[in-house]
């Protein structure tokens, strides 16, 4: 079993920052997961924003790149997404995931909702104009 439970989420204006943690527990955890955050807005399918491995190496889509940083500390089993300059456009439900990574062309790969596995329960994050 893999529990992952996100927290840090809440409502800001634009141009405000948000630190996102997930936290992962149970005895089917493993530190060489690679971990991600995902979103999805109201009526919007769920899109991944950005992942990382084991040894830190990161993706990110484009439209957060530059504001966004995802890191994660292995010794406390712990997902961060630290979010700057936040625009209404990001207002969704953050999910992190865990899985096995997904590398093409030699790169990591943020892949798709069938490649992750493990998922939390989300943590609302609400940007207002």
């Known amino acids: 079993q893999v529990q992952l439970l996100e927290s840090g989420g809440g409502s800001v204006q634009a141009g405000g920052s948000l630190r996102l943690s997930c936290a992962a527990s149970?005895?089917?955890?493993?530190?060489?997961?690679?971990l991600a955050w995902f979103r999805q807005a109201p009526g919007k399918e769920r899109e991944g924003v950005a992942a990382i491995d084991m040894d830190g190496t990161t993706r990110y889509i484009g439209s957060v790149k530059g504001r966004f940083t995802i890191s994660r500390d292995n010794a406390k089993n712990t997902l961060y997404l630290q979010m700057s300059s936040l625009q209404p456009e990001d207002t969704a439900m953050y999910y992190c995931?865990?899985?096995?990574?997904?590398?093409?062309?030699?790169?990591?790969?943020?892949?798709?909702?069938?490649?992750?596995?493990?998922w939390g329960q989300g943590t609302q994050v609400t940007v207002s104009a």
């Open positions: 149970g005895d089917g955890y493993n530190v060489a997961y690679c």
């Open positions: 995931a865990a899985g096995a990574g997904v590398y093409r062309d030699g790169g990591l790969d943020i892949g798709t909702e069938r490649d992750y596995g493990y």
